[in-house]
């Protein structure tokens, strides 16, 4: 299930920065959520320097690119997995785009586990063991 998106400006980065982005992103996914790397999903949207603007300043005109991603994971997972999956992104799109720490921008998405499709079948009911041992996982103790 784990997808990225990483929102990226057109001839900012090099189709190498990307491609190493895309594979490196994959495989901290896969590390972070401890979950196979068949299932990840990255992708780079990109835009043009006039479709995209920093501070109100279009890049066309001046404006600094900032990369910005997307990461969905089936809600459930804990905290320290989400923040972890932001922070190393962040680290990747320093590290590989020589991206400013400070303009990196990011969100985790939780889909409900109904709400998201594996092969045309709700995911709560193609992972339902796995959502099942993540929920118990989060539950007290009694």
Do not use: K
Not at 37 to 58: K, L, M, S
Not at 96 to 120: H, K
């Amino acid at each position: 299930m784990p997808v990225a998106h990483f929102h990226l400006v057109d001839g900012a980065y090099t189709a190498g920065q990307r491609r190493r982005l895309l594979a490196d992103a994959s495989r901290c996914y896969a590390e972070v959520l401890e979950s196979p790397i068949e299932r990840v999903r990255a992708f780079v949207v990109r835009y043009g320097p006039d479709d995209a603007a920093t501070a109100g300043t279009v890049i066309a005109d001046g404006g600094t690119p900032a990369p910005y991603f997307t990461a969905i994971v089936l809600a459930g997972r804990p905290i320290e997995q989400r923040q972890e999956l932001a922070a190393r992104f962040t680290d990747l799109i320093v590290e590989i785009l020589g991206a400013q720490r400070d303009l990196v921008r990011g969100q985790i998405v939780e889909v409900d586990p109904v709400n998201w499709s594996i092969a045309g079948n709700p995911a709560a009911a193609a992972r339902a063991d796995e959502v099942a041992a993540r929920a118990a996982a989060t539950q007290p103790a009694r």
